[in-house]
């Protein structure tokens, strides 16, 4: 199964703690980004990479960070800087403008 | 700065009947516009892109410069189309030789088809 893989599903963070969620891509997409939804407030996003060895901030970048080490990862950071990381977070790679999103991983705060 | 108003969180039709989601956007440059949708339990996923001007599903959108609006339609909705569509716009400024655009979206307008 090709395409974009995120894992775990479920991610339960203790406070003060920093966690980290997997995102790889076997499409061999440049673009990769990283969303977060909430009920209510749509997709909001977080950081974005549009080549390896590089990525910008977006929209709502405090209290997070990423990496792109590989074209094929993508993994994002949730740090204790950020108090309210409870959402479901999506990443997405882009090609010809149509974005390829994963399945989701669940962050919840313990 | 761009920005993506989805006004309706939620719309029930009949079906059989019309569906009309709404969108209007503000953005200085050129706009790229697109709809996306989630089925339950799948993946997020494009349904159509306004420079394809293609019709996917039943579904058209059209743009309107004039109303800064990209509205999605189908005139006669099916029960499959119940769903969670969210409409986005492309930032021009960040496209670079990849076509690797960042995408701003609504807050989503959960549709819900009645039989």
């Known amino acids: 199964d090709g395409g974009i893989t995120q894992s775990p599903k479920y991610l339960f963070r203790k406070e003060g703690q920093n966690v980290t969620l997997s995102c790889e891509q076997n499409?061999?997409?440049?673009?990769m980004y990283w969303y977060r939804q909430d009920p209510g407030q749509g997709l909001r996003l977080i950081y974005y990479s549009q080549i390896v060895n590089d990525f910008q901030k977006g929209d709502i970048a405090e209290g997070y960070s990423v990496s792109r080490e590989k074209k094929e990862s993508f993994p994002l950071t949730v740090t204790s800087a950020q108090k309210n990381p409870t959402a479901f977070y999506l990443c997405?790679?882009?090609?010809?403008?149509?974005?390829?999103f994963g399945s989701g991983t669940q962050l919840s705060v313990l | 700065a761009q920005r993506v108003t989805q006004p309706e969180k939620l719309l029930s039709v009949f079906k059989g009947a019309p569906v009309e989601l709404k969108c209007n956007y503000s953005y200085s440059g050129s706009p790229e516009l697109f709809w996306y949708v989630q089925y339950s339990r799948q993946r997020l996923q494009l349904l159509l892109r306004?420079?394809s001007r293609e019709s996917i599903k039943g579904f058209t959108a059209d743009l309107n410069k004039g109303e800064t609006s990209f509205h999605l339609k189908k005139p006669f909705a099916q029960e499959e189309d119940s769903a969670m569509y969210y409409c986005?716009?492309?930032?021009?400024?960040?496209?670079?030789?990849?076509?690797?655009?960042?995408?701003?979206f609504g807050t989503g307008t959960r549709l819900t088809i009645i039989p």
């Open positions: 306004h420079i």
């Open positions: 986005a716009l492309s930032d021009e400024g960040s496209i670079s030789n990849f076509g690797n655009e960042k995408l701003t």
């Open positions: 997405a790679s882009n090609h010809n403008e149509k974005l390829f």
């Open positions: 499409l061999n997409h440049d673009a």
